[in-house]
């Protein structure tokens, strides 16, 4: 008998990416807007694209040097190093935080939150309908 998965092994990256809509709330003003998110499984780091955050008006602040960070491709980034952060308010499905994240430039996305986050928060993630739901909230987030 023929042994069929109903996975296609050949799309391994469709097993670690999902996109959902957050809410995020600059801090300066406290206005708010939603933005498709990229969670990526295979992403190291939290990223906001700096074209994305000068947008919609997040204030960036510098740090201290440049840091070059690999691209979700495994190059690395060149167009522009990090030298920028943002801080903000998330809100996603009765869960929020205040973070900071790095701004990069050059990317297709506006922002990926990556494995830091995805294992914090260790989310139940249905990959075939491409639903989450934080059901293991940190006691501080003041999820309801």
Known sequence: MENIS?????NRDMLRKVIVKIRLERINTQKGVTVE?????????????????????FKLKKVEGSIYMRNIDGSFNKKE????????NIYYQGHRERTKINVIGGQKESMILGIPW???????????????????????????
């Open 81 to 88: 190093p990090i030298e920028h952060t943002v801080e903000f």
């Open 118 to 144: 995805l294992a914090c928060y260790n989310l139940e993630i249905n990959w075939r309908i491409e639903e989450v739901k934080m059901m293991r909230c940190l006691e501080e987030c003041g999820k309801q």
């Open 37 to 57: 998110v990229l969670l990526d499984g295979s992403a190291m780091d939290l990223v906001m694209s700096l074209e994305f955050a000068r947008k919609q008006g």
């Open 6 to 10: 109903c996975c296609n092994l050949n």
